[in-house]
């Protein structure tokens, strides 16, 4: 994949990510603050904890640092996956981000 393609999809990513924290906000009392500078998103929880999402360019990857730990995802094709296969990126995020907010919540493409 050449860089460009790496930041088109990478870009559809965190807008995605972003899109979903403004659908959450609007249907549930989950109160995400979500910031964006560059390639990176930090999302807050109101208990404080946090999730960073940020795009490293040289390695074409897009890492998730969360309270369970450090994930790097490469996109295959069609989707975000783990280098260590351990799952589809939204499905990781989903999972950090609920048990963080302490509610069920859906992130998604």
């Known amino acids: ?3 460009p393609e ?6 559809i990513l965190l807008q995605a990510v972003e899109a979903s924290c403004d659908r959450i906000n609007d249907q549930t009392n989950a109160d995400i603050d979500n910031q964006r500078t560059g390639g990176m998103v ?3 929880f109101p208990n404080h904890s946090q999730i960073v999402i940020n ?3 040289p390695l074409q990857e897009v890492w998730l640092a969360a309270k369970s ?3 790097h ?6 989707q975000w996956m783990d280098t260590k296969g351990q799952g589809e990126f939204f499905a990781r995020l989903t999972q950090d ?3 963080q907010a302490g509610v069920p919540l859906e992130f998604k493409r």
């Open 73 to 78: 995802y490469k996109f295959d094709s069609a």
């Open 69 to 71: 730990g450090g994930y």
């Open 97 to 99: 981000a609920s048990a």
């Open 55 to 57: 795009l490293q360019k």
């Open 6 to 11: 790496f930041m088109d999809h990478a870009e």
């Open 1 to 3: 994949m050449t860089d």
């Open 42 to 44: 930090t999302l807050t």
